[in-house]
């Protein structure tokens, strides 16, 4: 079974604090995504990576960066957390195929 | 012109019920297909997909595809409560995977 996991289920932090997600998959896939998930919005893509080192804005980057430096770990990171970003971020890794999901990490920023 | 569109309900069908969901798609050149399963408060969990024209069933779930038409449905037979839940479609175009904004769909005891 593909497995993805992140860092935190729930998460609070305050505005303007670094905020540091952690993604991991086990099934060597080559591209890892980054959503949020807000109610009537549908899920956004934020950053893709396709390879180590390797990354790609999505729709939304603003406010967000990425890094990669290993092929099974995925970080996204707020740099400076504003109270726009609370939502349920999600995982997700890919071969060329099917996209698996991480659990989540609901964010609320206060 | 969204990549992927979806009727975002809510459906309500009694239990027992076939529940019908559909899923436009702007690419033709689209290959294949998946549907995901959102239950509240939880991740998106793959339940199907399919890469040719017709049908593809796996237990109480069928995929239809339709490429001249470019539209892709679920029907869900023997409808259980269980099955209430959000329903996205997703295609893949290169690296990136389009999502539609889901259905929300509610089985009624």
């Known amino acids: 079974d593909v497995k993805v996991t992140q860092s935190s289920r729930y998460l609070v932090k305050r505005t303007g604090e670094k905020v540091f997600l952690e993604c991991v998959q086990d099934?060597?896939?080559?591209?890892m995504f980054w959503y949020r998930q807000d109610p009537g919005l549908g899920l956004r893509l934020i950053y893709f990576?396709?390879?180590?080192?390797?990354?790609e804005k999505g729709d939304i980057p603003e406010g967000y960066s990425v890094s990669r430096e290993k092929k099974e770990r995925f970080s996204l990171i707020l740099e400076s957390a504003s109270t726009n970003q609370t939502s349920m971020y999600l995982c997700?890794?890919?071969?060329?195929?099917?996209?698996?999901f991480g659990p989540g990490t609901r964010l609320t920023v206060t | 012109q969204k990549e992927v569109e979806q009727n975002s309900g809510p459906l309500s069908v009694p239990e027992g019920a076939i529940a019908s969901l559909n899923c436009t798609y702007s690419d033709r050149g689209s290959q294949s297909f998946f549907w995901y399963r959102q239950y509240s408060g939880k991740s998106p969990e793959l339940i199907m997909f399919?890469?040719?024209?017709g049908d593809k069933e796996d237990g109480r779930f069928t995929a239809q595809l339709n490429k001249a038409s470019q539209y892709v449905s679920l029907l869900i037979r023997d409808s259980q409560p269980s099955d209430s839940a959000t329903y996205l479609c997703a295609v893949p175009t290169g690296n990136q995977f389009y999502f539609g904004t889901g259905t929300s769909l509610t089985v009624i005891p």
């Open positions: 099934m060597d896939h080559e591209n």
């Open positions: 997700a890794s890919s071969d060329p195929g099917e996209q698996y």
């Open positions: 399919i890469y040719s024209n």
């Open positions: 990576s396709y390879d180590v080192k390797m990354k």
